[in-house]
């Protein structure tokens, strides 16, 4: 519908499937209209469990093109394997960092500095490279007062029913990813891999007014995508 003509484009999408329809997801594989398979991965979400544990929901990720103000019609069928993806994303790991290759762009990411992408080659050509401080931060407003509230239960309307104001120091700052507790591989896959990176923000300087145990959690989720030079983040505040 924008006009945009597109190819190779990354489509993720949960699939519902009846009771008793599908028992291995190893059988699944996507066709287009013609019935030429198209490369894709299935991951299972879900199972009717007790009743006879067939798939209840898959998540399914392919590539796809799609002519301006056109459509496709793709067809789910559970009959044979899939054929393997064709170069497909390829992950290395040390005890320093991960490499992600999709075959358009080579990322590091570190285990160690909390830059979140530590470098990032197109073609070849490196085109980022992080630097000390690099990679996710928050700033904090000046706080002289907090309201609190405490009682023996918990409703709807908040802790019953103690409300007290208190003095506190605050400062503006801002405050920066620290080194990271948790640098992993989410999901290995060849059309589509995540890598997650937990970590907290931490103060970038002293002094009175900072928080020195730092304020809030992170968690980063890294997408890459088979053939494809950029990279989806999600990050959340938690």
Known sequence: NSGVARHDW???????????AVKDVGQLRLTDAAGREIPAQFTV???YGARDNSLRWVLLDFQADVPANGE???????????QAVPAPIRISETSE??????GAVLA??????????????VGGKQVLRAAAGDGPAV????MRRMERFSG?????????KSRSLENINVAEAVYRGGPPREVRVEMAAPLRSVIVIRGRHLPATGGAGML????????????????QSYVKVEYAVE
Do not use: C, M
């Open 72 to 82: 496709v019609t793709l067809r789910l069928r559970n009959d044979r394997p899939a």
């Open 108 to 121: 590091t990411i570190s285990r160690r500095d909390g830059s979140l992408l530590q470098s990032v080659s």
């Open 212 to 227: 020195k145990s730092g304020l809030y959690d992170y968690a980063v989720r890294l997408h890459f995508y088979r053939g």
């Open 10 to 20: 990354p489509v993720t999408t949960g699939v519902p499937l009846p009771l008793g």
């Open 152 to 160: 023996p239960a918990w409703n709807t309307h908040g802790w019953e």
């Open 97 to 102: 960092a991960i490499t992600v290759d999709t």
């Open 45 to 47: 979400l879900s199972r």
């Open 139 to 142: 700033r904090s407003a000046e």
